[in-house]
């Protein structure tokens, strides 16, 4: 195994188990019956903008999985480019999504943005939530850069 093909497939892995952890706390906070990630619950007012929080957060392990499956495909990215590239765009896309989220929860985690909610009750669960998140973006976008780089 190359080098650059040995580091998009650890790199892909990484990317796939942070999307598997996004899942897995997707699927709690729903049987939770609760909106919001873990360490940061939603604010009270957030439960009235969602009619059913048991389907909107299995939504959310869905695209979860789908995050999972996108990454992974980078590792032996498809050759035809009716599927190679929008494999890409949405690639892209995901680490972009991934990456706000983190930055907005870290904002509100420090206090920055008050608007986002307050801050975290419980700022160590709080903090392993971003650094998932962080090394989630981190490993997604070094799978992406490789795929991109061999062809």
Partial sequence: MSGTRGTRLV?????????LAYTVSKVDLARAGELGMPGFPAPADAYAAVADVETAQLANAGLGLLMAVVALLLVRLPRPRLVRWPLLVVSWAGIAMVAAGVIGFGARAAGLAPGLGPTPPHMLTAVAALLVGA???TA?????VSAVRER
């Fill in 11 to 19: 790199a892909a892995l990484a990317a796939s188990l942070g999307a």
């Fill in 135 to 137: 090394v989630w973006a």
């Fill in 140 to 144: 997604w976008a070094v799978a992406a």
